[in-house]
């Protein structure tokens, strides 16, 4: 080979090993659906999305939902102490909510989150949702907000205000995907479900949308989520089911540990199905439907944790043995937010030592000489020390699968909970250290 | 330029990018001291290391320390559940410890941390306390065993045993810094520091040494640190001491939130020095020497921060106006801990949304509208916004500095407290990613 072509080719490797680990922004995550999911339209709910330029450019970055008259909307919005003037309203909006008003509407932006803005941030959320309500025939009290992007920008809510006619006139019942498009912000795919059930007999549909794939953790665990269904649920019933329905799904699942100032939940009832409505959560005309709801927050919350920043395994931790399902919870959360962990993942070492260190470090009790602890099937440690049909290289293979089960049974009662993280890589160093530039 | 020229130039340019992102395992972290310490020797005190081949090869790797008869000692240690057989050794020890008995002895090792190794653990322990106090002249209940290194592996303990005798034949009072390297693991540098003072006008010394560069958080932050002064101070005030300055330092300082089941601090003191016995913590004759064990503590500990794995930044987050002083240390950690923070440190990225999304997921009391941010002087956010006076270039010079301090004023009270961490870079997943293979 000639100098020449040798150093082609050095310069080629270099190159190569230089864009494995830095990625290129454009890329999806690996752990993303293969294929997108259908949605159902939901009766009784329209939606648009339309480019309003508020940060990116030649993309659409605004939605409007509307539920028609008569709907119910539980929320459950993030417990940070600097949540931002969207989330505030929201808080507001959803104390005053009553089924016997007009519309409801949703008006959502992407790339400025309106957070840390001061009092500007509330004349901003005032305005979107001043602006929606005439244009939906309703009240401003009626229509929910929120945005999700850069904190400490002031929202240029004009931009906003000015393309509101035109989301209103192009309200569609298919425009879920494209408004799961809109609300994007470092995610690399738009996230969709969809699920069918019945109640006392009666067809009913749930179709949700989320985004998030940065400071994704409880509480909430989404930046923003907008769901809705033709069920016919009151409004304190839609809001326990949520509420329920949130603890095992988005309040259980980690990226990184962080917290945003702007997560926001939305499930509205628009009661256009046909079965008598509903005012107790504990009917149990509701089970099937209470299961459906719950399997569509785990599938949008689950996608959210493979568009985890960096992302390249997404990871079930499972916690039994504890001394309640509080404290199993609190040890999963322990192991699945552990960096030593996340970067064990991301090397694909099968460290279960680490996995040790962090249930020892949750505060929770947890008896070192019962401990056991499996990678899917494989038995790696038992009664405090590694077991002895455990072979490194088992657990070396194993590592190697996109979507992994650890396991940790901590011996000293019957609390089990379930967590979903993602691994700790480079490429979550990249993606955040130039999230501005 | 000739395309040879050319093509050396860009694969030049392409290994260089790799080798800043790569870095080596051989290199010393950069924030590290530019000078050795000198450390005064201990009256009472001699040290000595040698290599043993637990893992390492070709370095030391295993360390004695005595105490002469009449000393007392002092210890903190992790708080995991899941802490190591050394740990839990050394916490028995130290509930019998009197000043009455013969000599006190300390042995440590590199490379192997006896944790999770079942009743192994335990025999491994006492084999090395044993044969140690018999080395020295004492009772195996007066050694005390600390161990660091690879969780869940059976600790070769004879190999450590085999060396004893020669440990105890080469012990000197200028050992100091010897020891400091044989305990090291992933650590790029020794760390040592010393200090003296005067308690009722009598010159006292105080000397350390410590390791630790992972799993570097409360509590304990550091895994494994030695220090001893030659005051004579009764055992219940020598531990509230060290209790006290524990946590203003080793409990102050965090690398990846992740906590060691393997971290011990231990405090001897001789009383070889000519002051009479002072038994109260809180007695007036022990301010200067409080002040000294603090400083010295601190130096140990921030040294362990700036050999925090892939550190690139020290930095100091300042929490003032929280409820309580307690408060102020959860907001400061939930800011020094967060993934977002320390990327975008690492970014050299004043993304000042960061540190008020860390405040606000901290759980802890804060007043957004009324929150003050500082980069080092510059007021970067005040009453819940931007400063007006604020510029992004001063903060993205700022950040450009090794050492950064970030302080925020949560405007809800008088607590207040410091800590200290690094940032994450490409490095600290580089070395985790890879610490096994």
Redesign the interface.
């Known amino acids: 080979m000639s ?2 072509d040798s ?2 080719q ?2 080629a490797e ?2 190569a ?2 864009a494995a ?2 990625g290129s922004p454009d890329d999806i995550s690996p752990l993303a659906p293969k294929t997108a999911p259908r949605v159902h339209p939901v009766r009784g709910v329209t939606l648009s999305a339309v480019a309003a330029e508020v940060r990116y450019r030649g993309r659409d970055d605004v939605m409007l939902m509307k539920l028609e008259a008569g709907s119910t909307l539980a929320g459950v919005f ?6 931002s003037a969207p989330v505030l309203w929201c808080e507001r909006a959803l104390e005053g909510l009553t089924a016997g008003g007009g519309p409801v509407g949703v008006i959502a932006n992407a790339g400025n989150s309106n ?6 941030g509330e004349e901003s959320t005032r305005a979107m949702a001043t602006r929606a309500a005439s244009a939906l025939g309703t009240v401003p009290e009626r229509v929910f907000v929120a945005s999700t992007g ?4 002031r929202l240029p809510h004009q931009k906003i205000e000015a393309v509101i006619e035109t989301l209103a006139a192009s309200l569609t019942a298919d425009g879920w995907a494209r408004c799961a498009g809109a609300i994007m912000t470092t995610d690399t795919f738009p996230k969709l479900a969809s699920v069918q059930c019945e109640i006392d007999g009666v067809p009913v549909t749930i179709s949700g949308m989320a985004k998030g794939s ?2 994704i ?1 409880p509480d909430m665990a989404t930046m923003l989520a907008f769901a809705a269904t033709d069920a016919n649920i009151g409004q304190s019933a839609l809001q326990a089911l949520l509420a329920e329905g949130t603890d095992v799904s988005f309040n259980a699942v980690t990226v ?6 702007s997560d926001t939940l939305l499930l509205g009832a628009t009661g256009k199905a046909a079965h008598d409505r509903i005012e107790d959560a504990g009917d149990g005309r509701l089970d099937g439907f209470r299961a459906a709801l719950r399997g569509m927050l785990q599938d949008l919350a689950h996608q959210v944790v493979r568009d985890g920043e960096g992302a390249s395994k997404f990871i079930e931790v499972r916690v039994t043995g504890a001394e309640t399902h509080a404290a199993a919870k609190t040890i999963a959360l322990s192991i699945a ?4 962990v996340k ?2 993942f ?2 694909e ?1 099968p ?4 996995i ?11 008896d ?2 019962a ?1 056991t602890i499996r990678f899917g099937d494989i038995l790696v ?1 038992e ?4 077991a002895d049909s455990y072979r490194e290289e088992d657990g070396a293979a194993y590592m190697r699968a996109q979507d992994l089960v650890v396991s940790a049974d901590v011996g000293v009662g019957n609390g089990a909970a379930s967590v979903w993280t993602c691994d ?3 490429a ?3 993606i ?6």
Not at 115 to 120: D, M, P
Not at 351 to 354: C, T
Not at 432 to 437: G, I, K, M, T, V
């Open positions: 100098d020449i150093l082609k050095q310069l270099a190159e090993a230089l680990i830095k993030t417990k940070s102490s600097t949540r957070a840390f803005t001061g009092a500007a850069v904190i400490g920008e940065g400071m953790a990184d540990g962080d917290t945003s100032t937010n552990s960096p030593l970067t064990a991301a090397g070492d460290n279960w030592g680490r040790v260190m962090a249930v020892g470090k949750s505060g929770e009790k947890a070192r000489d401990l440690a009664k405090g020390w590694v700790l890589t480079y979550y160093v990249r955040n250290a130039d999230y501005r530039s």
